[in-house]
């Protein structure tokens, strides 16, 4: 089974920054299989990402995404209020999807 | 608009079964795979299985093998996720959510239903 690890576990960032998520995999990833989710308190998660870079419909181009192999990044440039949550990455392989463990984005 | 509603909460015992349903609407029920993803409180997402609503053929995580049973009704466009022998890990926030036609990702999401074990 293919291993996501998500890191930093909690960024802490004030309106209008930048946020770098990462995402490594324990083995090599197909990019076309490569996604992240947004989820907030009390809500289902909502998919901003797939295939690596390319933004789910009604996602804003602030939100973008890049990364190949074992290395994967989410960026979230000029953060809104409305972005403080917690982001997730998957990866299909195998038969098989697995999540990441999560980052928080939290406001500072 | 699509849309796929969940059953209500249901409070379990340790080695019962749970039943959650997942009613689709707003697209074509039979040509979209559905999965189920389980949360447990606080804790982050985790796959339990798929299941092709058109032939009704099922994957399993290798976690809960022998105890998932997914199974769909075409009549009514819903999916059905079984769970059995529950224990008080299995306490968690259960979601369908619908595979993208075209890529490997999860598009739409049932609002979850909370399944809690305890004596």
Known sequence: EIVLTQSPGTLSLS?????????????SVSSSYLAWYQQKPGQAPRLLIYGASSRATGIPD??????????FTLT????????FAVYYCQQYGRSRWTFGQGTKVEIK | QVQLVQSGAEVKKPGASVKVSCKASGYTFTRYDMHWVRQAPGQGLEWMGIINPSGGSTSYAQKFQGRVTMTRDTS??????????LRSEDTAVYYCAREHSSVIAFDYWGQGTLVTVSS
Not at chain 1, 76 to 83: K, Q, V
């Open chain 1, 76 to 83: 979230i440039s000029r953060l809104e209020p409305e972005d």
């Open chain 1, 62 to 71: 602030r939100f973008s995404g890049s990364g190949s192999g074992t290395d």
């Open chain 2, 76 to 85: 009514t466009s819903t999916v059905f996720m079984e769970l059995s022998s």
């Open chain 1, 15 to 27: 309106p209008g920054e930048t946020a770098t998520l990462s995402c490594r995999a324990s083995q």
